[in-house]
């Protein structure tokens, strides 16, 4: 069974740091392309970064280009997301999701999602 | 960015009956259209990929259709597990877009 566990999601202030993660099981980990997408109180999803199976390519929103930086470790099965120069509006449920192998860009697979609150 | 807008933010309809859902894309996104389910507390769900094919394990009563910037995400027979959020994604481009989400409540 696959499955997607994120943890990491704390209350910080404006201007701090966290890293999420995302450890995953039940699947070919170093085989698929992951993603992260928050999801802001009351909100709709908004996709924030990708990562390649391998780590060769990244991908990030404009709105948290040169803050978040994405990467993984195959050997631990773990994709993180490091987040840098929080500000209020980064204030969300974080997921991270699995790029689904029949579906193009489409997520196939959602951890439970983990809340990040950026707040003084 | 293609920005995805979602129609009409509120549908409202009766156990059994037909839901229609649109999506368009301001500009083409050929197939690269997903549909996804979410209800209260608990993480998206892959409803729909290519536009048209059912994820696993979905009910044949979830359908999509459409190609270039219109799509629609129809749910027959409606059952009271359906009344949820659904929102659209493209993957044409990056960065990766979705709706801002059709809420299905009941009638």
């Known amino acids: 069974e696959v499955q997607l566990v994120e943890s990491g999601g704390d209350l910080v202030q404006p201007g701090g740091s966290l890293r999420l993660s995302c450890t995953a099981s039940?699947?070919?980990?170093?085989?698929?392309?992951m993603r992260w997408v928050r999801q802001a109180p009351g909100k709709g999803l908004e996709w924030v970064s990708a990562i390649s199976g391998s780590s060769t390519t990244t991908y990030y929103a404009d709105s948290v280009k040169g803050r978040f930086t994405t990467s993984r470790d195959n050997s631990k099965n773990t994709v993180y997301l490091q987040m840098n120069s929080l500000r209020v509006e980064d204030t969300a449920v974080y997921y991270c999701?699995?790029?689904?192998?029949?579906?193009?860009?489409?997520?196939?697979?959602w951890g439970q999602g983990t809340l990040v609150t950026v707040s003084s | 960015e293609i920005v995805m807008t979602q129609s009409p933010a509120t549908l409202s309809v009766s156990p059994g009956e037909r839901a229609t859902l649109s999506c368009r894309a301001s500009q083409s996104v050929s197939t690269n259209l997903a549909w996804y389910q979410q209800t209260a507390g608990r993480s998206p769900r892959l409803l729909i990929y290519g536009a048209s094919t059912r994820a696993t394990g979905i009910p044949a009563r979830f359908s999509g259709s459409g190609s270039g910037t219109e799509f629609t995400l129809t749910i027959t027979g409606l059952q009271s597990e359906d009344f949820a959020l659904y929102y659209c994604?493209?993957?044409?481009?990056?960065?990766?877009?979705f709706g801002q989400g059709t809420r299905l409540e009941i009638k």
């Open positions: 039940g699947f070919t980990f170093s085989s698929h392309a």
């Open positions: 999701a699995r790029k689904s192998p029949e579906g193009g860009g489409s997520h196939d697979y």
């Open positions: 994604q493209q993957y044409t481009n990056w960065p990766l877009t």
